[in-house]
């Protein structure tokens, strides 16, 4: 049985322990749903898309609880949980554009901060790792769920919630800056990092002689 830590690839899952198979499994729904939510969206059956999105969320919030009740954290998981929160994340920004239209462009440049952000981050881990960054920072946490509670109610109601929009885009904007910042701090690749304050806390002195931590 192979160690979970090391657990990097989808066929590794067949050598792995059930606890492991699972709740990856449950992780990687996001990324499998995704290209069924952009079919729903542009065939306009938002009403399958809506329950759909939830469930994306859902996932999110308990596949995290999951791994660490079961001690089934992997390197693996940790990607597939970043590439799914990315994909339920713009299967939310496209349906709104779709289904809210109005609202996306009285409201665009909420919007457009935090994407332009996160494309300067992909843009940043990849020159830095030469791979998307996987740090699920506290920040990261607090920002994904306030988007899931704000989207999903978008296309349950007809009014939105906009203290909770405000919020959220203000909160995911000071997190998507901190992750661009831990990528110019923290040399090498990691997951598991709780935010930028941690990082220096680590081990500030390595990090500014060049030294990897």
């Given amino acids: 049985m192979q160690d979970d830590k090391k657990i990097e690839k989808l066929s590794d899952l067949l050598s792995a322990?059930?606890?492991v198979k699972w709740v990856n499994l449950i992780t990687?729904?996001?990324?499998?749903?995704?290209?069924?939510?952009?079919?729903?969206?542009f065939t306009n059956r938002f009403d399958?898309?809506?329950?759909?999105?939830?469930i994306s969320f859902f996932t999110d919030a308990v596949d995290?609880?999951?791994a660490r009740k079961f001690k089934a954290n992997s390197v693996l998981g940790a990607k597939l949980d970043s590439i799914g929160d990315d994909l339920t994340i713009l299967a939310g920004v496209?349906?709104?554009a779709v289904a809210k239209t109005e609202f996306l462009k009285e409201h665009w440049v909420i919007f457009a901060i935090p994407l332009g952000l996160?494309?300067?981050?992909?843009?940043?881990?990849?020159?830095?790792?030469?791979k998307m960054s996987s740090y699920h920072t506290y920040l990261g946490k607090i920002?994904?769920?306030?988007?899931?509670?704000?989207?999903?109610?978008?296309?349950?109601?007809?009014?939105?919630?906009?203290?909770?929009?405000?919020?959220?885009?203000?909160?995911?904007?000071?997190?998507?800056?901190?992750?661009?910042i831990i990528v110019f701090v923290l040399l090498e690749w990691k997951t598991n990092v709780h935010g930028l304050y941690w990082v220096m806390k680590k081990n500030p002195a390595m990090m500014l002689s060049g030294k990897h931590i």
Avoid at 143 to 156: D, E, K, S, V, Y
Wanted: a neutral charge.
């Fill in 94 to 96: 496209i349906g709104l």
């Fill in 118 to 130: 996160f494309f300067i981050q992909i843009i940043a881990a990849f020159i830095r790792y030469g």
């Fill in 17 to 19: 322990r059930c606890p």
């Fill in 64 to 66: 995290g609880i999951l």
């Fill in 143 to 180: 920002a994904a769920i306030l988007q899931g509670f704000f989207m999903c109610p978008m296309f349950l109601f007809e009014q939105p919630v906009y203290w909770l929009f405000y919020t959220t885009g203000f909160i995911t904007t000071i997190e998507l800056i901190e992750e661009i």
């Fill in 28 to 41: 990687l729904y996001r990324t499998v749903a995704f290209p069924v939510l952009m079919i729903l969206v």
């Fill in 48 to 54: 399958i898309f809506k329950w759909m999105l939830i």
